[in-house]
């Protein structure tokens, strides 16, 4: 059974900085890529960043590119976002989730979701 919790959402101004967590089993985290994924209510799913198991390679999107960081700590079994220059259209659900492969262009094969955690950014 693969289970992943996030936390560190919260509310922001503009220009401000969160940093979330992803909390899984060591198995899962040796066996899968971590990505993080954002929704706005009534649209798709959005990709923020991932990262591979091995190697940690990162993607991120050019939304979030420079001012998102991924990042991996396998003693506390557990995969950072840090979100710094937040804007307003950053605002949504994050949910972390495993990611079979991660290629330059992108996260792909998401098998299992975390339950998400709400980031508002205001103006």
């Known amino acids: 059974q693969v289970r992943l919790v996030e936390s560190g959402g919260g509310s922001v101004q503009s220009g401000g900085s969160l940093r979330l967590s992803c909390v899984a089993s060591?198995?899962?985290?040796?066996?899968?890529?971590i990505g993080w994924f954002r929704q706005v209510p009534g649209e798709e799913r959005e990709e923020v960043a991932c990262?591979?198991?091995?190697?940690?390679?990162?993607y991120y999107p050019a939304s979030v590119k420079g001012r998102f960081l991924i990042s991996r700590d396998s003693a506390k079994n557990t995969v950072y976002l840090q979100m710094n220059s937040l804007k307003p259209e950053d605002t949504g659900i994050y949910y972390c989730?495993?990611?079979?492969?991660?290629?330059?262009?992108?996260?792909?094969?998401?098998?299992?979701w975390g339950r998400g955690i709400q980031v508002t950014v205001s103006p």
């Open positions: 990262v591979s198991e091995v190697g940690g390679v990162p």
């Open positions: 989730a495993t990611v079979s492969r991660v290629r330059g262009y992108g996260c792909y094969g998401t098998d299992y």
């Open positions: 060591r198995s899962t985290l040796n066996r899968y890529g």
